[in-house]
């Protein structure tokens, strides 16, 4: 029988044992744990291409960003048209190109596989196309496969629709199979779909959805058919759309998405489009590069707009969404650029109340644009007599003015920035029958000069700075309003300004 002592030494062997077997299995498992978190963060990626009748050359992988696309790897083909690219960090999940530098081969698929593998000929690089490793790719080339097939059938039944030998019974029967045609496709990618739901071939595939709008029988009239279509076709047509995938951004079908909406889903004007805009950008939040690249890319469309009002868009844009908050990419100085900019466009867009003017006519009295000018229709105009385009354009402006000023009310205050013998002078050789008035030369010269004409009423700091206030910075700049001095027309030529007039003149004898 064990003593006390002897128990007591037993325990604490057992013990000591006990602790070491624990320390043993706790490193065994920090070893374990450390080689496990090792292999979950390889990342490396090696992309094998064999092609038959490639060699010795240099080969570039380009990825697509929206419609753009840029250089991301370089390798060399060896004398057995084998070419291999690899590095230690994957490029992320999108559509890729293979391109030699002057010509593009295929597109093709990376998203996170270690191993791609494929192999193929220059006779040709889709059809002979085999994928030794890579599921995605495997998805991807057999779908390119099918559809070249389609398009070259679809391309016989055009050649024999469009023959003038066609009856109309065999053309009917044609479209039948072009319908047919269509839906196959339309099947083929729903199977892909719903067989690979984790392939990011699905997800592309949905992006390039349109929406199947209800038929809508039970509406007799073929209008509000029509228009109950065309509100569902754009209620719906982003709903497969992964806001939350920042993989749409690289490959071009997402930018093709958004321009078709903007370009012919959307109904054409800046508060259709601005709603859009919010509707699109909200969703876009879901992702940083998503949301930027949705920024940025509707941003630079309506900046370089040259459609009329179009600028509505860009100072929603700029004054909205280039916040501190919310434009992560901009510096400080961008942003503060940008929302000045949107500022100072805010009050001069269609539909605004145009800012009242006050400056010096020829003779040297005050005119005032809303007090002194009453008419159905005033042009705003501002030029310059050393301006090149100016000498062109206005003496135009003062003809048609003349054309019409018998039949239709309309007077023009016509602005420029130097009150001077020169600015006199072309007025007088051009008959410009205006409201010519021009800034006070003076005012550059003496502050307290300008400060007085302020003090007694005469005019203001906008209009001293008529610049800066319609952000006119080159010339001429044409403006057109209505008898309530609201901004109808902006930046407008001569024709442009006639065939508003007219339009507004229709409207009114409706």
Same mark, same amino acid.
């Given at each position: 029988m064990l003593n006390w002592f002897s128990l007591c030494y037993l325990i604490l062997s057992l013990k000591s044992k006990l602790l070491k077997i624990m320390k043993k299995l706790f490193s065994i498992l920090l070893i374990l744990s450390i080689s496990l978190a090792g292999l979950s963060q390889n990342n490396s990626y090696k992309i094998k291409m064999k092609i038959n009748g490639m060699k010795d050359s240099t080969c570039y992988i380009i990825n697509y960003l929206g419609q753009n696309r840029f250089y991301k790897d370089t390798a060399q083909f060896n004398n057995d048209g084998v070419i291999i690219f690899k590095g230690e960090e994957q490029h992320p999940g999108g559509m890729y190109t293979l391109f030699t530098g002057t010509k593009i081969l295929f597109d093709f698929i990376i998203n996170n596989e270690e191993l791609i593998d494929l192999e193929t000929d220059t006779i040709d690089f889709i059809g002979n196309m085999k994928i030794k490793s890579s599921n995605e790719n495997k998805v991807f080339f057999d779908r390119q496969k099918f559809i070249t097939k389609k398009r070259e059938d679809s391309q016989a039944l055009r050649e024999k629709l469009n023959a003038k030998e066609t009856s109309d019974i065999e053309k009917e029967e044609l479209n039948k199979e072009f319908t047919i045609m269509g839906q196959a496709v339309s099947a083929y990618?729903?199977?892909?779909?719903?067989?690979?739901?984790? *392939?990011?071939?699905?997800?592309? *595939?949905? *992006?390039?959805?349109?929406?199947?709008?209800?038929?809508?029988?039970?509406?007799?009239?073929?209008?509000i058919k029509k228009l109950m279509k065309y509100e569902y076709y754009k209620n719906h047509f982003f709903d497969d759309v992964d806001f939350s995938d920042s993989r749409i951004n690289y490959t071009p079908f997402y930018h093709q998405k958004l321009n078709k909406y903007f370009k012919n889903v959307i109904y054409p004007m800046p508060d259709?489009?601005?709603?859009?805009?919010?509707?699109?950008?909200?969703?876009?939040?879901?992702?940083?590069?998503?949301?930027?690249?949705?920024?940025?890319?509707?941003?630079?469309?309506?900046?370089?707009?040259?459609?009329?009002?179009?600028?509505?868009?860009?100072a929603h844009i700029g004054e909205k969404y280039y916040t501190y908050d919310l434009a992560f990419w901009s510096d400080s100085a961008q942003i503060e650029k940008i929302q000045e900019q949107s500022r100072k466009l805010a009050p001069l867009l269609l539909g605004k109340q145009a800012i009242n003017l006050s400056l010096l006519d020829t003779g040297n009295n005050w005119v005032n644009m809303y007090k002194d000018v009453k008419a159905e229709y005033t042009v705003l105009v501002f030029w310059e007599a050393s301006c090149g385009h100016c000498k062109k354009e206005l003496p135009k402006l003062a003809r048609y003015i003349d054309s019409v000023k018998t039949t239709v009310d309309i007077k023009v205050y016509s602005v420029s920035k130097n009150h001077d013998d020169e600015w006199k002078k072309f007025i007088r050789d051009n008959n410009l029958d205006f409201v010519n008035v021009a800034v006070p030369k003076e005012v550059y010269s003496d502050q307290q000069k300008a400060t007085e004409y302020i003090r007694n009423g005469f005019t203001d700091l906008k209009s001293l700075n008529y610049n800066t206030t319609y952000d006119i910075f080159t010339t001429p700049q044409i403006y057109l309003l209505d008898k309530d001095k609201k901004i109808i027309g902006k930046k407008l030529e001569t024709g442009l300004l006639k065939k508003i007039i007219k339009k507004e003149e229709a409207i009114k004898k409706r």
């Open positions: 990618d729903s199977n892909i779909i719903k067989t690979n739901p984790t *392939l990011f071939m699905s997800v592309f *595939l949905k *992006l390039m959805k349109e929406p199947e709008t209800p038929d809508y029988n039970e509406i007799e009239n073929d209008s259709s489009i601005i709603n859009g805009v919010d509707y699109i950008l909200n969703k876009a939040k879901a992702n940083d590069d998503i949301f930027q690249y949705s920024v940025q890319t509707l941003f630079n469309k309506y900046i370089k707009s040259k459609i009329m009002g179009m600028d509505a868009v860009y």
